[in-house]
């Protein structure tokens, strides 16, 4: 048995002190203490099946032992630097649930941000066919499929990828989240192989970070997330670049491209949109007040 297994609580303790024991273990790993209590009742949740309310209407009971022992596993990979949304194999996006795995980037509130923008503009209302490159989880295009059915709506949507991992995944959210009717799922590099003028929108979250940077990024994130969606070239730019130059093409006259893009490359990719002949250009700041959106019209 390893130090990290024998201090990890395993005792028949009710359900809230074994909460308590495991956060305080978590910070012990390194993980910030309010970070460390959250991951641990997102533990809990998993192995008890209890959801949020009942588990807090549960705190004062000893779990099974079969949940007691997945708790104590859970823990321990999360101690050891999983990420705690791989361990429990899920996690929400924009309303719904989506399951992860190594094979494609967590879901991120900057992503939520994203589809934000898309679901604000006029052309939303209007577009017929709107395309998700590198869709990864299918994170935004069950995002929008979703708010398309809320509103009545039945755009044709395209969820594309060039791994084979990521786009089984996909598909599994779609028919999770109950959108098979309006997505697809499409093996492609980027916005290449679609149609020309076959879009009203593309929104993409591609890889955006420099080639250099990436093995300096947090273990939890380089050890873990699938490079193929992290590596954006040399300089960082190298996807976005080949995204704006084939919606050139893809997107309709007077449809629109939505990027997420690195908080330093704000002034980079307008440029690019505008030297690509894009009208309309923005770059807009996320919640912390960092350039992440770009976008522009094409004439």
């Not at 009742?41 to 032992?65: K, M």
């Not at 960082?236 to 309709?252: K, P, S």
């Not at 006259?253 to 309309?280: C, H, K, M, N, T």
Request: net charge neutral; proline share 8%.
């Amino acid at each position: 048995m390893t130090s990290a297994t024998r201090t990890c609580p395993s005792e028949a303790l009710p359900l809230g002190a074994l909460i308590a024991r495991g956060a305080a273990y978590l910070a012990r790993h390194g993980i910030p203490p309010a970070e460390a209590r959250a991951q641990a009742e997102i533990l809990a949740e998993e192995a008890t099946g209890l959801r949020r309310a009942r588990l807090l209407a549960h705190l004062g009971d000893a779990p099974a032992p079969a949940a007691l022992e997945a708790l104590r596993a859970a823990l321990v990979r999360v101690a050891r630097g999983e990420p705690v949304q791989y361990v429990v194999g899920r996690w929400p996006f924009h309303g719904a649930t989506l399951a992860v795995s190594p094979a494609a980037l967590i879901p991120r509130p900057e992503t939520e941000g994203l589809v934000a923008r898309v679901l604000a503009h006029p052309l939303w209302r209007t577009a017929r066919r709107v395309a998700d490159v590198g869709t990864g989880t299918g994170a935004i295009a069950v995002a929008l499929a979703r708010a398309a059915m809320a509103e009545g709506r039945a755009p044709e949507i395209l969820a594309v990828d060039l791994s084979p991992e990521a786009l089984a995944l996909a598909r599994r959210n779609v028919r999770g989240n109950g959108v098979e009717g309006l997505v697809s799922c499409l093996a492609g590099d980027g916005a290449a192989g679609l149609a020309p003028g076959s879009c009203d929108l593309v929104v993409s979250n591609p890889p955006y970070i420099a080639s250099a940077e990436v093995d300096a990024l947090p273990p939890l994130i380089r050890d873990h997330e699938p490079r193929l969606a992290l590596d954006g070239g040399p300089d960082g730019l190298g996807v976005i670049r080949q995204v704006v130059l084939d919606c050139t093409q893809a997107l309709r006259p007077g449809g629109r491209l939505f990027l997420e893009i690195g908080e330093d490359q704000g002034l980079s990719v307008r440029r690019l949109l505008e030297r690509a002949g894009y009208g309309e250009v923005c770059v807009e700041k996320d919640l912390a007040g960092l350039d992440r959106y770009a976008g522009g019209t094409l004439p």
